[in-house]
């Protein structure tokens, strides 16, 4: 079993043009920063190496606290692997209740 695995690759062909990216400020600058807790949350997938094989874990963080607020794990990265981990967020009141903001990396 190889050290590393490749989890994602982009598509050229893929539109995106009609998704705004709210993560931009007023200079279109990418702007990870947030003030009020559960407002803007970020997701990454780390990929596990384990004696049994590969083992995926996406966690939501939280911006303005830096915490993790949610995570799931699976032996598959597929979307419900992310959405899993963004409900456990909602699901113990870590999503600002009028304008949370999500960002997850590739547009899983």
Request: glycine fraction near 8%.
């Amino acid at each position: 079993m190889r050290a590393w695995k490749n989890t994602t690759g982009s598509d050229p062909a893929a539109r995106t043009e009609h998704i705004h990216n709210h993560m931009l400020d007023s200079h279109r600058k990418r702007d990870f920063t947030a003030d009020v807790p559960g407002a803007r949350l970020v997701d990454d997938i780390t990929c596990l190496k384990t004696g049994s094989g590969w083992l995926y874990l996406a966690t939501v963080i939280d911006l303005a606290t830096r915490m993790v607020v949610g995570w799931s794990m699976d032996s598959t990265m597929p979307t419900p692997l992310v959405i899993n981990a963004l409900g456990m967020a909602g699901d113990h009141g870590h999503l600002h209740p009028e304008d949370a903001i999500f960002h997850s990396d590739q547009g899983s």
